[in-house]
């Protein structure tokens, strides 16, 4: 059963696709906790009635396009959304429906996971926001990767790089919470 805070939230799981294992930055160092920390939310969340939504990306070229056959769900990430949309930017509402859907369903909060998370997840938790949808982001259910500034030539570790994240999407944007925080705010 749930309660009302569940009925009014959504799980956004963004890109956690196959299209990923076929990049050079891959890599599995982060993958265990993004894995255990993306399935215990999601299983707290249907517990808790909240509907679960898989986005996509398909882009023109890649592993990332239909073609490739990589997009499709890593083999840990359970099946049977609520919803599955397809995108083709890097946030998950422009032109794939997903608004409508969650508008339709009285959903009112966001909670935003996935891969990678200074791109698509927090560019979707930005429009989220903008578009009037409060929006938990659950930073240890995102994954990224390092990155060499072309500038400086320093490497940021994908620590950093949620760190930054956090940074700008707190306050502005989003609400940063763990796991346990944010299953606890479904009631």
């Known amino acids: 059963m749930s309660s009302p805070n569940a ?10 696709q196959k299209s990923f294992t076929q990049m050079p930055s891959w890599t599995l ?4 906790a993004f ?3 993306l399935l215990r939310l ?5 517990l808790s009635g909240v509907p679960v939504v898989h986005i996509y990306h398909c882009g023109a070229s890649g592993p990332f396009t239909p073609e490739s056959g990589f997009i499709q769900p890593l083999d840990w990430l359970p099946g049977n959304p609520s919803a599955r949309f397809d995108k083709h930017t890097h946030n998950a509402f422009t032109d794939t429906g997903l608004d409508l859907w969650l508008r339709r ?6 909670i935003i996971t996935g891969i990678r998370t200074e791109q698509c997840c927090e560019t979707t ?5 903008d578009i009037g949808y409060q929006v ?9 990767f390092p990155m060499k500034h072309q500038g400086s030539g320093v490497v940021f570790s994908a620590q ?3 760190t930054r994240t956090e940074l700008v999407l707190q306050e502005r944007f989003a609400r940063i919470v763990d796991v346990d925080t944010c299953l606890a705010s479904l009631g």
């Open 42 to 46: 999601e299983q707290g969340c249907r």
């Open 29 to 32: 160092d982060e993958v265990p």
């Open 160 to 162: 950093d790089i949620k």
């Open 7 to 16: 009925s009014k939230s959504a799980l956004i799981i963004i890109d956690v």
């Open 35 to 37: 894995q255990s920390s």
């Open 125 to 129: 938790a930005r429009v989220g926001s």
């Open 105 to 110: 369903r009285g959903v009112q909060k966001l």
């Open 136 to 144: 938990d982001f659950v930073t240890e259910a995102t994954l990224t």
